[in-house]
């Protein structure tokens, strides 16, 4: 069974289980061990950045975790799916957070508020470990954190992260730009044209009959 029909078998037997690493989680060691885990509990697919050093990162735990499994008496059922996500210029997923120093008082309520740790104590972004989530933002008394989108080129990253072990791609397209959608959707879909791509939407910039009709948009193209 070639690795499509594997994946339509477990969508079918609604079984799809998936470990979400974050679209914005750069942190190399931190997606290797989640990927380790993940494999080793069963997960069906890794959901990783559109980074070549990240899918590799995923790669190597999924690769580990099938090394310790008899160590551990555990059986893996099937091999996990590295998925890239992708995000859009305005979809929060892509974004980052940088402190204004000229701003800043050194309070330290960023520092603590971080859940991921991306904060230093000098009050600088750690950019690999920031997925842009806002609490520094929602937290800072003197707006001094502000953020920026960081998109990679997708006619060469996504080719890059095919070669290296990504076997499907997810498009984060809650923004309300159809063209802009539309296109990097038919991007993916003639890159990778053996396996599944998918698309995450939700309501908070779209109304229902807009996400319905972005839906079925996205499946003329793709079927």
């Known amino acids: 069974m070639n690795r499509f029909k594997e994946l339509k078998k477990i969508l079918k037997e609604h079984r799809y289980f998936k470990i979400v690493c974050g679209a ?3 942190d190399y060691e931190e997606v290797y061990k989640l990927s380790l885990i993940y494999t080793l509990a069963g997960a069906s697919g890794i959901d990783v950045s559109a980074n070549v050093e990240i899918v590799k990162s995923a790669i190597q735990g999924i690769n580990r975790a099938f090394e310790l499994a008899p160590k551990l008496s555990r059986r893996i059922k099937e091999r996990p799916f590295v998925n890239v996500s992708i ?3 305005g979809d929060p997923h892509i974004r980052k957070a940088v402190i204004d120093s000229n701003l800043c008082t050194n309070c330290g ?16 972004v750690v950019e690999r470990r920031c997925i842009g989530c806002g609490e520094c933002a929602r937290s800072c008394h003197v707006e001094a954190v502000r953020f920026f989108d960081r998109r990679n080129e997708l006619k060469k990253i996504i ?8 076997e499907t791609l997810e498009l984060h397209a809650i923004i309300p730009d159809d063209q802009s959608v539309m296109a990097d959707w038919r991007l993916m879909n003639d890159i990778l044209s053996d396996n599944f791509i998918s698309m995450c939407l939700d309501r908070s910039q779209l109304s229902d009959a807009h996400l319905i009709k972005r839906i079925k948009a996205a499946h003329e193209i793709t079927g």
């Open 87 to 89: 995000g859009m210029k």
């Open 159 to 166: 080719p890059e992260c095919l070669k290296y072990g990504t």
């Open 24 to 26: 914005g989680n750069e």
């Open 109 to 124: 309520i960023c520092f603590e508020s971080c859940l991921q740790k991306a904060i230093s104590k000098e009050y600088k």
